[in-house]
């Protein structure tokens, strides 16, 4: 099966110094994919240029069969700062987009659009207020409706909740996954969590420390759709992808990839035990 998502020999540099070196990942139609890593890896200039906001020195981005190479309403994006227009209103700022991308459509058909992904995002009483009459977690619900408006191919999130309270953050982790999955779209986010990383995601990329960062090892996400927050707590598993991850962080993100062993699951006492009954000289001991 083609991958919907294709980077292949990804290198970004700036003069002699390289940020990025042979970066490969291979995203799946309708995947959620999180990448980790310490401050300053690389994390968001590997987003920077599935976006187009960034060139790509070496290497090549290939997205639904084209290859990136300049921005474009394909890719929704939202930052960790909304970067909301502070004169419009939240409606105003969404319609903005879908001025854009729906520029044949009839005015009330976009103001429409506009509204319904404002709804979900639980800004349906708030629409025709301006930035600066919202709270942080507010305007962050406005990015999201811009960015699902646009009805794109891939979503992009730069660490979109890294400024806000836990509480806040919990409750746009639930609305992100929420229109996630009511709308299928193939999503990709940065961040520094690796609780966000395990709930929201179906893979998580860990990537190496700069310079000439690249993909250390990649993490499989096991846990079934839809998830509760709940419910992960109180799973083992969790905890033991939780330390996996930890432990990357912390001990190995500096190694490079060849020096990597490849991600294997923590084995459970109870696969251990069907382990042991499969083999027939076990059984004859027991």
């Not at 294709?6 to 540099?13: G, H, M, P, V, Y």
């Not at 309270?165 to 520094?192: F, G, M």
Request: proline share 6%.
């Amino acid at each position: 099966m083609s991958s919907f998502l294709e980077l292949s020999q990804i290198a970004k540099a700036y003069g002699p110094a390289v940020i990025v070196e042979d970066f490969n990942l291979k995203v799946q139609r309708g995947e959620f994919i999180s990448i980790i890593g310490h401050s300053g890896c690389g994390k968001s200039t590997v987003l920077s240029m599935i976006a187009g906001l960034s060139d790509v020195t070496h290497g090549g981005i290939i997205l639904a069969g084209r290859e990136v190479t300049a921005a474009g309403p394909d890719r929704g994006v939202v930052f960790q700062s909304p970067c909301l227009l502070p004169w419009l209103t939240a409606r105003e700022n969404v319609l903005l987009g879908c001025d854009q991308v729906y520029y044949s459509a009839p005015r009330r058909e976009r103001r429409e659009i506009a509204e319904y992904y404002l709804t979900l995002v639980g800004l349906g009483d708030a629409m025709d207020k301006r930035p600066g009459e919202l709270s942080q977690g507010m305007r962050q619900r406005v990015g999201l409706a811009r960015a699902f408006a646009l009805a794109p191919k891939m979503l992009l999130l730069d660490e979109p909740f890294g400024m806000l309270d836990a509480l806040t953050r919990a409750e746009l982790q639930d609305v992100l996954l929420s229109i996630w999955q009511r709308e299928k779209v193939t999503a990709l986010i940065i961040t520094h969590d690796v609780d966000e990383a395990l709930f929201l995601s179906d893979r998580v990329v860990c990537m190496t420390d700069g310079p000439r960062a690249t993909i250390g090892t990649i993490m499989p996400v096991p846990f079934e759709r839809p998830r509760s927050r709940a419910e992960l707590l109180e799973s083992p598993e969790y905890y033991r992808h939780r330390e996996q991850l930890i432990t990357f962080l912390e001990e190995r993100s500096h190694e490079r990839p060849a020096d990597l062993r490849p991600y294997v699951p923590a084995e459970t006492p109870e696969n251990a035990l069907q382990r042991f009954l499969r083999n027939p000289r076990n059984l004859a001991t027991v």
